[in-house]
């Protein structure tokens, strides 16, 4: 199957700094990625969408201007924390779809855990 | 998308088949239901989907019912790596965002 892959797996920063997530469609073009959030025992919140090629569309109550979020190609989109903070600490997933038809699936990479100290 | 029913947990003997049903009553015409499956620490992994017809593959068989407010997931055999949270997801797609609900939380004993 298609295979969406994430990097890093899981990341330390200290407070206050910034760090970046990269999330690939290794075998096939993605003109939308998605972005979510998992808090521990819950379930994945939806935070944006991402668009090739323009801004990406947030969900209420997500900051754009702390989670910077850049597609610039059909197979790379990048999600920024900037300015973390120990609550930002989760596990961030993205996912892309392999094509716009109604019946395709997506796929998620592998997630990053990220724990800000 | 239409909201979906999940029993939070459900425990399964190793070698027997796991049945998770899912309600989705208020479904309608053109949305598809799909089914994922989280294990610990892991993105979610796409496991089948269908819109009115049962269908089969390599990990698991789906079944709608014909009313289409249902469906159930099987796995013909589980194992202990089957242990995970499992979704139940209706979405009309059209490129738009998957919507997850609580899961069912399956674990598989030996």
């Known amino acids: ?117 | 998308d239409a909201k979906t029913t999940q029993p939070t947990s459900m425990d399964c003997a190793e070698g027997r088949a796991a049945n998770l049903p899912c309600n989705h009553s208020t479904i309608s015409g053109n949305e598809y239901v799909y089914w994922y499956r989280q294990i610990h620490s892991q993105g979610p992994q796409y496991i089948i989907h269908g819109l009115k017809n049962n269908e089969t593959n390599e990990m698991a068989s789906l079944i709608i019912t014909e009313d289409r407010k249902s469906s159930t997931l099987i796995l013909p055999h589980a194992t202990l790596r089957d242990t995970a949270v499992y979704y139940c997801i209706v979405s009309n797609n059209a490129g738009n965002m998957l919507t997850f609900g609580g899961g069912t939380r399956l674990m598989v004993k030996p």
């Open chain 1, 1 to 117: 199957g298609a295979v969406v892959s994430q990097h890093p797996s899981r990341v330390i920063c200290k407070s206050g700094t910034s760090v970046k997530i990269e999330c690939r469609s290794l075998d096939f073009q993605a003109t939308t990625m998605f972005w979510y959030r998992q808090f521990p025992k819950q379930s994945l919140m939806l935070m944006a969408t991402s668009n090739e090629g323009s801004k990406a569309t947030y969900e209420q109550g997500v900051e754009k201007d702390k989670f910077l979020i850049n597609h610039a190609s059909l197979t790379l989109s990048t999600l920024t924390v900037t300015s973390a903070h120990p609550e930002d600490s989760s596990f961030y997933i993205c996912s892309a779809r392999r094509g716009a038809a109604q019946y395709t699936e997506a796929f998620f990479g592998q997630g990053t855990r990220l724990t800000v100290v």
